[in-house]
């Protein structure tokens, strides 16, 4: 039984690109969460997919946006990176009506 | 708010020792889950226990140990007879009744000396 899986594990994007990383998660899970982890810090709450729609919002700007397609796997965007976007970015998924979530393994991302 | 305090910043203690690491938490919710998770140096989060507020007994799995006391807004975690793998970040966690979200503490990194 595979866990949750993040693409790419590494990705070196420049200031103003745009990127899109990739989860799927756990068999028989169907809610997807992302957060940031800045270094040094805590992962910070960024959105949570349910149903394919955005159930619940962090404290992020309008340039993180995401989508949960059919099969529940999930994809977060950031347009116009800034240098300050450099995190490891974790996605989480969880079952029904379950409240543990379960982490990938990130997907580290640093803004030049 | 809601709000994780994780006042232990790094901690050193040489293998075969107990080490509590300690996490203290504000909610308004009366319905709320405490977790606690690991980061292993490769930085994917490992899910360790789920507590939720109406629940106040100490939980024991193998070396490690739960102490989930409301009176003090207190959720610690103790090892007891600390291994050289049990050196990680290890991350104190709440979520509230009305959402899924998790609000994390900014973690503890434990360094346990062969």
């Known amino acids: 039984d595979a866990g949750v899986t993040q693409s790419p594990t590494h990705l070196i994007k420049t200031r103003g690109q745009q990127v899109t990383l990739r989860c799927s998660p756990k068999?028989?899970?169907?809610?997807v969460s992302w957060y940031q982890q800045a270094l040094g810090q805590g992962p910070q709450f960024i959105f949570q997919y349910y149903e394919e729609e955005e159930r619940q919002r962090g404290n992020f700007p309008d340039r993180f946006s995401g989508h949960q397609f059919p099969n529940y796997s999930s994809e977060l965007n950031v347009n116009a990176l800034l240098l300050g976007d450099s995190a490891l970015y974790l996605c989480?998924?969880?079952?029904?009506?379950?409240?543990?979530?379960?982490f990938g393994p990130g997907t580290r991302l640093t803004v030049l | 708010a809601q709000k994780v305090t994780q006042a232990q910043t790094e901690i050193s203690v040489v293998e075969k020792e107990d080490v509590t690491l300690d996490c203290v938490y504000e909610t308004r919710d009366t319905t709320y889950y405490l977790f606690w998770y690991k980061q292993p140096p490769s930085g994917e989060l490992v899910f360790l226990i789920r507590?939720?507020?109406?629940?106040?007994q100490n939980e024991i799995s193998g070396r490690y140990s739960w102490n989930f006391q409301k009176s003090t807004s207190s959720f610690n975690f103790t090892i007891t007879a600390s291994q050289v793998v049990d050196s990680a970040v290890y991350f104190c966690?709440?979520?509230?009744?009305?959402?899924?979200?998790?609000?994390f503490g900014k973690g503890t990194r434990l360094h346990i000396l062969p």
């Open positions: 966690a709440l979520s509230g009744n009305r959402d899924d979200k998790i609000i």
């Open positions: 989480a998924s969880s079952p029904p009506l379950g409240r543990e979530q379960f």
């Open positions: 507590r939720n507020s109406f629940d106040e």
């Open positions: 068999s028989g899970h169907d809610t």
